[in-house]
C-alpha cells in the first residue's frame, strides 16, 4: 500500500488580509491549514472561503461588535482550512473560548480533531486564562472520541518560559506529546518567532498530539522561507495509512488532571 501523506501547517498570519497571497501558497503544499491572529471582525469571516476554491473553512472572530465602535485595529481570531477533496465529512466541534477553534475531520476510513489555538501572551496575570484554554483542550479531547488529535497553534509558549514549562507538564499531565519539540529537540536553535521590537527569536508556535497521532508522523519542519509575518509557520507530515481506523469508543473514564480548574494558591504554588 502506497503511503498517503497528510500535511497540516500552523501560521500566526498576523492579518488574514494582508497575508491571503501567503495563506493561498500554504494552500497549494497542505491538506490542513490552521490560522492564529487572523484579525477577522465577525462579519468578515466568510472571507477565508475565497482563499482558496479547493477548500472549505471555519473560522472565529475575537471580537465583540457587541460593545460599540471599535477603535484600532482588530485583534486574535482563529481559524481552520480543510482541503475538500481529502476529507469525507467535517463538522465544527463547539468552543467557548475565542482563542480555539475545532474541527472533527473524517475521510473514508480515518477520523481525527484537529485544532488552532492562540494563546495569551507569556505574563503572569495571564496564566489563569492560558490553563482555562488547557482546560478546555482537555475537555475536547476526552469528549470527543477520537484516538487522532493534532492541536496546532501559536502558544506564546517559548519552551524555558513560563508558559513554555505549562505547557510541557500539561502534555506530561495529558499523554500529549509536544511534536516539534521532540523531533526538532531543545538544542537545534529553533524559532518561530522574530519580535519586530527587539529583533529576539523565539519558539512559541507547536503542534501537540496524541500518542497515535505522533506514530505518524514522518516530517516537522520550520518555514523559514515564509516572511509575511513576525512568524513562521510549521509544518508537519504524517503518513495517513498508519492513522487508526474510526473507532467507537463508548463510556470511556478519564482519570486525568482537569486543567484550568485551579485557584490562586494553586496557581503561585506551581510557580514556587
Known sequence: MHNRTLTLISFNCKSMKRSVECIK???ERADIV?????????????ILGSIHDDFGY???SAVDTSVGILHGRPFGGVAILWRKSVFRSVSVIKCES???IAINAETSDKQMVIMSVYMPTDDSENLTEFTHCLGEICAIVENNDSQTVFILGDYNAHPDGQ?????LHFCTEQQLICADIEKLGLNSDSYTFISDAHGTKSWLDHILVTQASWKSITEINILYD?????HFPIQIKCNINILQSKIAIN???????????RDYEQIQLYNI
Open 25 to 27: 501558497s500554504l494552500c
Open 34 to 46: 490552521a490560522l492564529q491572529e487572523t484579525w477577522l471582525l465577525p462579519h468578515d469571516i466568510h
Open 58 to 60: 471555519s473560522g472565529k
Open 98 to 100: 475565542s482563542r480555539i
Open 163 to 167: 508558559f513554555g514549562k505549562e505547557l
Open 226 to 230: 515564509i516572511y509575511w509575518s513576525d
Open 251 to 261: 463510556g470511556r473514564h478519564c482519570n486525568k488532571i482537569l486543567w484550568g480548574i
